[in-house]
């Protein structure tokens, strides 16, 4: 298998750039490389849709995972092997934070493992945390294009609908522990909630892999649970896509400037990018 097709994803080495941008919707993989100049389709299988192709000439890829650590554990596990070694996760979260809005670019520098998958690889004090090179890049991408966007920790959980209240799950199902755990995130300035960030940046660690995430906000945990509101994720949901293209872009952006700096960082000795490597102090 490490020499030929992989098993889940359906992709062999020399199909997949290093650089590969993780969404969860197989669906937004076609979107996300309608913005580069060349995109092939090569890998199909269960919820992996894989294009490789280039933007501004450097070699990307994007590969869906589906929803969960799981999925995300095996496509990193997966795409490894193909070769690639740096993964931008590109998806969409709940806000935690009064001052974060709808429509708002989380960037995640780290993650609250609340999810089983990470810990199958390593014990639960170990730091899920992004990249400092890939999470600049991501700052700078969202900064350049002006969108407005936030920096932190997120959460990372395995229930979608639990999360949030009471009246969200089926019969209005409910775990008492799930009100604290929620009221301390918000305490603890975590900015936003999602499903794979803390799986990703834990075996990229492991791994010695680089990785980031970058998600739109559509939705306000912290308002809904505070208004008491019944979330109606159709409804709540409406303006999503023009929120995932931010992501999309910044994602696709970091990836042009990523490029530079390993360029910039293949030029000295150094083991590791700073900038100064690629921009002059005045």
Not at 16 to 39: H, T
Not at 105 to 126: C, K
Not at 147 to 157: D, F, K, L, N, P
Not at 158 to 170: C, G
Request: glycine content about 8%; hydrophobic content about 35%; charged content about 25%.
């Amino acid at each position: 298998m490490k020499a030929g097709k992989q098993y889940h994803i359906g992709i062999s080495p020399g199909e997949i750039s290093r650089y590969v941008l993780l969404p969860g919707d197989p669906g937004r993989v076609s979107f996300i490389a309608s913005f580069w100049e060349k995109a092939e389709k090569v890998g199909e299988n269960r919820q992996y849709v894989s294009y490789t192709g280039k933007i501004d000439g450097t070699p990307i890829s994007c590969c869906s995972t589906g929803i969960g650590g799981p999925g995300v554990a095996i496509a990193v596990e997966e795409l490894a092997r193909c070769g690639a070694d740096t993964f931008i996760r590109v998806g969409t979260a709940g806000a935690l934070q009064d001052y974060v809005q709808n429509g708002d670019v989380a960037i995640s520098d780290s993650a609250v493992r609340l999810e089983g998958t990470s810990q199958t690889y390593v014990r639960t004090e170990y730091p899920a945390v992004a990249s400092y090179d890939v999470t600049l890049a991501l700052i700078e991408a969202a900064a350049r294009r002006k969108y407005r966007y936030v920096v932190g920790v997120t959460r990372t959980g395995d229930a979608f609908y639990s999360q949030r209240t009471p009246s969200n799950s089926f019969n209005s199902y409910w775990q008492s522990e799930m009100e604290g755990i929620i009221d301390d995130l918000i305490r603890s300035n975590v900015v936003s909630a999602e499903m794979e960030a803390s799986v990703l940046f834990t075996m990229a660690r492991l791994f010695k892999l680089r990785s980031g995430c970058v998600c739109a906000i559509i939705d306000n945990i912290a308002e809904v649970r505070k208004k008491g509101i019944k979330f109606n994720p159709t409804e709540d949901f409406k303006h999503k896509s023009e929120y995932i293209e931010r992501a999309c872009q910044t994602a696709n952006d970091a990836v042009r400037l990523l490029a530079r700096w390993d360029k910039d960082l293949a030029k000295t000795k150094s083991r590791y990018w700073h900038p100064s490597l690629s921009y002059t102090a005045t």
